[in-house]
């Protein structure tokens, strides 16, 4: 019996030294937790990840922070994350997770909604403020630091003067997931070539799409 359980703890110690050669990844989906966020435009970064997660059979658990799961993918190790700290306290989730597999900012990707950007419009941008964001504003404060690359999606900005909060915490129409559906599936391809050619080369590549 001792002899088996010795057995399983190397093999699982080989396999995490095998994780820790990998270069490591830190793609978290911004979102907030809890059936009325479901499917809201606010939540855009949590259906990106789960869409990764799902073409990769990867699957997400209960972590700190957050829902968690990791795949490899040509020699790197992307770990995926959905904080469940609300989006207001999102710098919470993600400063832990980078202290925790000892990943630099500069391999840290956050996906994240844009009211400034037409609907379902992509860009990746490696540092820059927080555009009123409140996840955002949470990372960059509690990082001490604006130097990470984030992946913005277009949500559009079709309401009326005042309603920005409904409007953002709205779900998504029939219409608009027809338009939305295929731009994830584009979302996923930016996040697997910010791992493996860079963001600079990625940026040049999806940023015209």
Known sequence: MFNRFLSLFNKKTKADL???????????GLGNIGPDYHN??????????????EKK?????????????????????FILVKPST????????????????KIPYENLLVIVDDLALPLGV???????????????????????????????????????????VGYVLGKWTSKE???????IEVACDAVLSFGTIGPERTMNVFNSK
């Open 57 to 77: 059979d990867a699957v997400f658990t209960p972590a700190r922070y957050g829902d968690k799961t990791e795949f490899k993918y040509k020699g790197r190790l």
């Open 122 to 164: 992509l860009r990746m941008k490696t540092k820059g403020g927080d555009g009123g964001h409140n996840g955002l504003n949470s990372i960059i404060s509690i990082l001490g630091s604006n130097a990470f690359s984030r992946l913005r999606f277009g949500i559009g900005n079709e309401f009326h003067k005042g309603a920005q």
């Open 177 to 183: 997931m027809d338009l939305i559906n295929p731009r």
């Open 40 to 53: 809201t435009r606010h939540n855009i970064g949590f259906m990106v990840v789960d869409k990764l997660a």
């Open 86 to 101: 609300y989006m207001n306290l999102s710098g919470k989730a993600i400063n832990y997770w980078l202290e925790k597999e």
């Open 18 to 28: 095998n994780n820790e050669q990998l270069v490591k990844y830190l793609i978290v």
